[in-house]
């Protein structure tokens, strides 16, 4: 559910028109609920009652922006970073260290070293080699740092290739069959301490019986460690829990179901259980905002060329994914369209032979479900600017981020002194 509704003709974020925010921003423009990711954090909470105190370590990838990590940090939620620049971010926007969670295959001594000066929760790690390291910098600091190892369960999550995680083949991850040497590593190491077992098998997960698999690994280890002599405390059972993005296909696994099967696999685990949700939080609380530029004839379907790009919102081209699109004044009849982006490259396309709202040049357009990897995957080709984003609460909206002036990107660049005449 979300918070973007159609009212006197005109697509609202909460109480505001999207029309409104197009004239004073311009487009293309990324738009957040405050309420629907309010709404989400309190189901997700709710999903999981019955769980003792679960610590709920929103997935920053999924959506970095301040005013988005600042509204989760006020609910109480933690993080799950996986770069020096994330932890920075979560900690600028008042995200509690402790309640940060450190994953990711390629840590740096540096990223370790700044998270352990912060005092982060827990680092997952995902190699031996990582291990030693951690333990080397945690030692020179003379700090000890709280570990749990990512398992790769080896078990096929069903999604898109591209952001599956725990079959074998996969970087991410400690082999389950040798996830027990690593523990017996770690222990032997002077600068860790050792609390948990990390999984996380893919995203956009639509089947929950992958995920019971992998959980059910991580309870078997967790008794082989017990057996062992090792001190586990935490359990951290990842993010992936998919989202509605195709109004026609059926509803993916909803937080309720997740929350039943979670409760049933971990009963008598006697842990704390680590959450690291990221599109479940804020995926339906954002959208693209984007303004049809023109409609050309095409062989078949009209091409409808709006001003966002995939440089905008990379997923459609990236992944093939689908996001519903809605015209924001919508006149009523509908069409079948070809919805592409200004970029020269034919993988710029939103959507092939799309049945949609009618729509024509200067109609605004939403790119729904766009919260999560959205802004975020963004980037500059074709010298197009950062897409500014904006927050909506109630009746009150405020950009969050500005639109990156050209000017910016231009001055990034530096010329070498034999190009320079300036200088020379
Ligand atoms: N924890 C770890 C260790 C992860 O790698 C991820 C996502 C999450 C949690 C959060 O997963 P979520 O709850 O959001 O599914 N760019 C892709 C998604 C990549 C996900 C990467 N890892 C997309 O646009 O679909």
């Keep these: 559910m979300d918070h973007f509704d159609l009212r006197d003709g005109v697509l609202h974020a909460e109480d505001v028109?999207?029309?409104?925010?197009a004239e004073e921003v311009g487009t293309p423009v990324y738009v957040y609920s405050t309420a629907t990711i309010e709404r989400h954090v309190h189901v997700f909470r709710e999903a999981l009652a019955g769980v003792a105190d679960p610590w709920i370590a929103f997935a920053v990838k999924a959506n970095p922006n301040r005013a988005v990590l600042a509204t989760l940090a006020r609910l109480g939620l933690g993080a799950d970073v996986v770069?020096?620049?994330?932890?920075?971010?979560?900690?600028?926007?008042?995200l509690a260290?402790?309640?940060?969670?450190?994953?990711?295959?390629?840590?740096?001594?540096?990223?370790?070293?700044?998270?352990?000066?912060?005092?982060?929760?827990?680092?997952?790690?995902?190699?031996?080699?990582?291990?030693?390291?951690?333990?080397?910098?945690?030692?020179?600091?003379?700090?000890?740092?709280?570990?749990?190892?990512?398992?790769?369960?080896?078990?096929?999550?069903?999604?898109?290739a591209?952001?599956?995680?725990?079959?074998?083949?996969?970087?991410?991850?400690?082999?389950?069959?040798?996830?027990?040497?690593?523990?017996?590593?770690?222990?032997?190491?002077?600068?860790?301490?050792?609390?948990?077992?990390?999984?996380?098998?893919?995203?956009?997960?639509?089947?929950?019986?992958?995920?019971?698999?992998?959980?059910?690994?991580?309870?078997l280890l967790i008794a082989e460690l017990r057996a062992n002599g090792h001190e586990i405390t935490t359990?951290?059972?990842?993010?992936?829990?998919?989202?509605?993005?195709?109004?026609?296909?059926?509803?993916?696994?909803?937080?309720?179901?997740?929350?039943?099967?979670?409760?049933?696999?971990t009963a008598g685990w006697n842990v704390r259980l680590v959450f690291e949700p990221g599109r479940v939080i804020v995926g339906n609380a954002g959208i693209l905002l984007s303004r049809?530029?023109?409609?050309?004839?095409?062989?078949?379907?009209?091409?409808?060329?709006?001003?966002?790009?995939?440089?905008?919102?990379?997923?459609?081209?990236?992944?093939?994914?689908w996001h519903h699109i809605r015209a924001v004044v919508p006149r009523g009849p509908s069409f079948t369209a070809n919805?592409?982006?200004?970029?020269?490259?034919?993988?710029?396309?939103?959507?092939?032979?799309?049945?949609?709202?009618q729509?024509?040049?200067g109609d605004l357009v939403a790119f729904m479900t766009a919260g999560a990897y959205g802004a975020t995957m963004a980037n500059t080709y074709n010298s197009r600017p950062l897409t500014p984003e904006v927050m909506v609460s109630e009746t009150n909206w405020a950009i969050v981020r500005n639109r990156q002036p050209i000017e910016m990107l231009i001055a990034a660049d530096d010329l070498p002194p034999w190009l320079d005449e300036e200088a020379a």
């Design 17 to 21: 028109p999207l029309s409104l925010i």
């Design 83 to 94: 770069s020096g620049g994330e932890l920075l971010r979560a900690r600028a926007a008042g």
């Design 97 to 160: 260290a402790e309640k940060i969670v450190f994953s990711g295959v390629g840590k740096t001594a540096d990223e370790m070293a700044l998270a352990l000066r912060e005092g982060i929760g827990q680092f997952n790690l995902e190699s031996e080699p990582e291990a030693e390291m951690l333990s080397a910098v945690a030692t020179s600091l003379g700090v000890t740092a709280p570990v749990a190892f990512r398992i790769n369960p080896n078990v096929d999550a069903g999604t898109h």
């Design 162 to 219: 591209k952001i599956s995680t725990g079959k074998s083949e996969d970087k991410f991850g400690v082999a389950y069959d040798r996830a027990l040497a690593a523990y017996e590593l770690a222990r032997n190491l002077p600068g860790l301490r050792v609390q948990g077992v990390a999984v996380h098998i893919g995203s956009q997960l639509t089947d929950l019986a992958p995920s019971r698999a992998a959980f059910e690994k991580v309870g």
């Design 235 to 265: 359990a951290d059972l990842g993010g992936g829990l998919g989202v509605p993005y195709d109004p026609s296909l059926p509803l993916p696994p909803s937080p309720a179901a997740y929350g039943e099967m979670v409760r049933d696999v």
């Design 292 to 321: 049809v530029v023109r409609v050309k004839q095409g062989s078949a379907d009209p091409f409808v060329i709006v001003d966002a790009a995939m440089n905008d919102l990379l997923r459609p081209s990236l992944y093939d994914a």
């Design 339 to 357: 919805i592409v982006g200004p970029i020269c490259e034919s993988g710029d396309t939103f959507a092939k032979k799309r049945p949609m709202d």
């Design 359 to 361: 729509v024509e040049p």
